[in-house]
């Protein structure tokens, strides 16, 4: 199975701030919307919780939540209490490929045995609370690359990136 991290991401690596996303960007949802779909996506409970009620669970697949909390409920999600219990749950539904979401404490237990990276590199720094690990780019080999100007509805220019480790 593959695993694989999902993340847009300043310079300064920021993905969130105040439990949300520090910018707009239309197009981005839209890329994460479609390469997700049909496919199982993990997050956290803080991500979970920061998402739009209407979009809880995200639709059109499996929605795995982790907590270390015992009796947090997510109505339509699979909650599980470890790493390992949400891979499980996965592997048991014979998935090629899952989706990690975030936050940035579940990017950091996850980093160590993902195959893959699709980043949304943001060109901007911006002030956030939550961070993606840092990488390093020596496991690491881009795969893909392509580039979106800023626009009337994107104030700034960001890249999606596909890197697979190597």
């Known amino acids: 199975m593959i695993i694989s991290l999902i993340a847009a991401l300043t310079e300064n690596r920021v993905i969130g701030k105040d439990n949300d996303l520090p910018w707009r960007l239309p197009d981005d949802m839209k890329y994460f919307m479609e390469t ?4 199982y996506v993990i997050m956290g409970r ?7 009620p209407k979009f809880r669970p ?5 929605n795995i939540v982790v907590t270390r909390s015992p009796h947090f ?15 499980q749950v996965a592997r048991a539904a014979n ?23 699709y980043l ?32 009337y509805k994107h104030l700034f220019a960001f890249d999606f990136v596909v890197y697979e480790r190597i």
């Open 46 to 52: 803080k991500n979970y919780q920061s998402l739009p």
């Open 120 to 151: 949304t590199e943001i060109k901007t720094t911006l002030a956030g609370d939550t961070y993606f690990p840092q990488i390093n780019s020596n496991e690491w080999k881009e795969l893909s690359r392509k580039h979106h100007a800023p626009d």
């Open 58 to 62: 995200l639709p059109h697949r499996t």
């Open 36 to 39: 997700t779909k049909g496919h």
């Open 73 to 87: 409920e997510a109505p339509g999600c699979q909650v599980v209490h470890t790493p390992a219990d949400a891979l």
């Open 95 to 117: 998935q090629q490929e899952l989706f990690v979401i975030g936050g940035a404490e579940i990017y950091a237990q996850f980093l160590p045995h993902a195959n893959r990276l």
